[in-house]
């Protein structure tokens, strides 16, 4: 199981969302529906994709988050008309933030909005190896630019299969940007990759919940162990979510989860529901105590 997946919260949309990004990349599907029920946003659905062999979550629990290009997701392409047909259906009914044109780095690139405000790059990445056709990209502004490095160096310390590659560094004469600073890095965490960038340009938003890392813990000692590590804003911790130091969000979940929430069973699942929505960290024996209906 993937260890560490990506959550991504909708207003009403998952579903219509499923559709298109399992339409958009080879090798994806929906791999489960489900309903809780009774939540404080009310009825709201969970979908569970697969993108390009990755997994992905998606919500629709109301408008309390807006997605922004804090983290977008950067597509790796092998040919210009695979960036040209990925771009068509990502960019329909969205909004370009850099035009599908030929820049330093990429001689076929462009960044845009989907119309669920989604930030996805597309890139013809030429010659250079395609490990991953997914990379969530987290841009650091406002409070936390500059600090694209020390935040890899946390996150790696955490996570085991860990490594960090500088591939550009901010130089001389581009101002805004410190000299020295993260102009663009991956970093391997549990052996998924994932890239960093500063940005000193003004920006009008910074990290938030409506994109959350969802790490699966196979015990109660997992699920302390990166709760204890990430939690750095006591009054963002509720329901297995936390915030870190650098204001990213996070997701501590036991993979028993799925098999809780799996098979239909609503009162199974509402009882579940009601468990987590009391807790801050999950408990995993208490987990297990409500889905048994004890």
Not at 100 to 106: A, K, M, N, R
Not at 240 to 256: A, C, M, N, Y
Request: glycine fraction near 6%; proline fraction near 3%.
């Amino acid at each position: 199981m993937q260890k560490i997946s990506t959550h991504l919260w909708f207003d009403k949309e998952a579903k219509e969302a499923a559709q298109l990004y399992t339409s958009t990349f080879p090798n994806s599907k929906i791999k489960s529906t489900n309903v809780l029920e009774n939540t404080p946003s009310g009825d709201v659905d969970i979908v569970t994709v697969e993108l390009a062999g990755q997994d992905f979550t998606l919500l629709s629990a109301g408008p309390l988050f807006k997605f922004n290009p804090s983290i977008s997701f950067l597509v790796a392409c092998e040919s210009k008309e695979e960036v040209d047909a990925i771009w068509a259906k990502l960019s329909e009914g969205g909004m370009a933030l850099m035009e599908l044109g030929t820049y330093p780095f990429s001689e076929w690139y462009g960044w845009t909005q989907d119309r669920f405000g989604l930030s996805w790059q597309v890139m013809h990445m030429g010659d250079r190896e395609i490990k991953q056709k997914i990379t969530p990209t987290l841009m650091f502004v406002g409070d936390v630019c500059g600090k694209a490095e020390e935040a890899m160096n946390f996150y790696t310390s955490i996570f085991q299969n860990s490594k960090i590659t500088v591939n550009m560094r901010y130089g001389v004469g581009e101002e805004p940007e410190k000299e020295g600073s993260i102009k663009h890095a991956t970093f391997t965490l549990e052996g998924q990759d994932f890239a960093a960038m500063d940005s000193a340009q003004k920006h009008e938003f910074n990290f938030n919940e409506a994109i959350s890392l969802m790490v699966h813990c196979e015990n109660q000692e997992q699920i302390d162990h990166y709760w204890d590590k990430l939690s750095a804003v006591p009054e963002s911790e509720q329901c297995g979510w936390l915030k870190d130091k650098f204001g990213v969000s996070w997701q501590i979940v036991p993979t028993e989860m799925d098999e809780m929430m799996a098979g239909g069973d609503k009162e199974k699942i509402a009882r579940v529901t009601e468990a987590f929505l009391k807790m801050k960290k999950f408990d995993l024996a208490e987990l297990r105590r409500a889905a048994e209906g004890k």
